[in-house]
Nanobody, 116 residues
Framework: QVQLVESGGDLVQPGGSLRLSCAASGLSFNIYAMGWFRQGPGKERELVARITTGSSTSYANSVKGRFTISRDNAKKTVYLQMNSMKPEDTAVYYC??????????WGQGTQVTVSS
């Protein structure tokens, strides 16, 4: 019933930009903190960015100053704006939803490749 569907992944050149979207359905979106995770080839999965129900944000040091997470509760959608992209950003990006009651859900992932 609950679904998180990512979109926007693509092939981009170093220095380019992408915006990822995650559309949620089947849940009360406004009571979930939302996050973006990624896993690159040969790397551990890491939390990239998080946004609370009150729209407070936090970022991994590797993306701070380049990426921005935001949410639109009316559209039940969370976004990740990625600027000044680097080859190290190449990964599958996953959307996550987590409630205070410890319910958690994951999207299917979207591929982002940064290469010249």
């Amino acid at each position: 019933q609950v679904q998180l569907v990512e979109s926007g992944g693509d092939l981009v050149q170093p220095g380019g930009s992408l915006r990822l979207s995650c559309a949620a359905s089947g849940l009360s979106f406004n009571i979930y903190a939302m996050g973006w995770f990624r896993q690159g080839p040969g790397k551990e999965r890491e939390l990239v960015a998080r946004i609370t129900t009150g729209s407070s944000t936090s970022y991994a040091n590797s993306v701070k100053g380049r990426f921005t997470i935001s949410r639109d509760n009316a559209k039940k959608t969370v976004y990740l704006q990625m600027n000044s992209m680097k080859p190290e950003d190449t990964a599958v990006y996953y959307c996550n939803a987590a409630s205070a009651g410890r319910s958690t859900y994951w999207g299917q992932g979207t591929q982002v490749t940064v290469s010249s």
